[in-house]
């Protein structure tokens, strides 16, 4: 693919994703000038807004990775990272995961979150799920918000690793203190092309990119930084059937056994 190809591309989603959110973060800085002086809430006010047709698309051009990667492995209590709208929690099977838990700090995602959740048999009301304002890299919240260390059987990160703040860091600290010993790390996300002219090009937009997506990077190598983590007893890394190397938005998918001691 050429200059064009990706500019238009990016462009393109750029400019979707402004006409859907222009107005309502418009609505909301009107109503609390304030917002003004607070980017990241703006970021987040926008990123609601925009994930509402994203995060439906997405789903759906990933829904046969997810299918073969996350019922057969979750279980227990499953963390889902950066819940998004809730999503993750259509793939899971209630007669296996005995509590959801969605991680997901833009509070404006959360009714969104008890929606899905709702669809599949799990409620805050009858404790089986729980949505917890946090980022990935607040480990301290999470760990006592669950009631201690090593509670989780299951992690799940779709398309989220790409937004995390010091993202190395994160993961290592939720697989240490946040997964059980022999629990599942399971994910998918789109990360740093192995091919230099696109990871040119995922390098040459991710400054604009991440500006409007709520920090969302294109240049993320996060399956490697997974493959580093010295904690699995076992785990493998793959290449969704028929993606095209040459997009911008290049995926891996893993599953990763901590070891037990």
């Not at 057969?72 to 950066?82: E, K, T």
């Not at 296996?96 to 991680?103: E, F, N």
């Not at 089986?128 to 760990?143: F, S």
């Not at 230099?196 to 969302?216: H, I, M, N, S, Y």
Request: aromatic fraction near 10%.
């Amino acid at each position: 693919m050429g200059f064009s190809t990706y500019f238009d591309l990016i462009v393109g989603q750029l400019w979707f994703s402004l006409r859907i959110a222009f107005f309502p973060t418009l609505k909301a800085i009107c109503k609390s000038p304030s917002l003004l002086l607070r980017p990241r809430d703006i970021s987040r006010i926008v990123m609601a807004q925009v994930w509402k047709p994203f995060g439906n698309g997405l789903d759906e051009n990933g829904r046969s990775v997810k299918q073969s990667l996350i019922p057969p492995n979750a279980r227990g209590v499953v963390l889902d990272i950066g819940a998004g709208h809730g999503h993750t929690a259509l793939y899971l099977d209630p007669a296996k995961v005995t509590k959801y838990v969605a991680l997901e700090p833009n509070q404006l995602m959360h009714p969104e979150i008890r929606s899905r959740a709702a669809t599949r048999g799990f409620s805050e009301a009858s404790g089986n799920c729980l949505i917890l304002p946090y980022g990935a890299e607040e480990t301290a919240l999470i760990t006592s918000a669950l009631g201690g260390l090593h509670q989780v059987d299951t992690l799940i990160s779709v398309l989220t690793i790409c937004s995390i703040p010091d993202p190395e860091r994160s993961l290592a600290a939720l697989v240490d203190e946040v997964l059980k010993p022999g629990g599942t790390f399971v994910f998918y996300e789109h990360v740093l092309s192995h091919r230099a002219d696109v990871a040119w090009w995922q390098r040459f937009w991710t400054p604009v990119w991440k500006l409007e997506f709520d920090g969302c990077r294109l240049d993320r190598p996060t399956h490697k930084w997974v493959q580093n983590l010295d904690a699995w007893e076992e785990g493998s890394v793959w290449t969704p059937e028929d993606e095209n190397e040459e997009q911008l938005f290049w995926h891996q998918a893993g599953r990763f056994i901590k070891k037990t001691a």
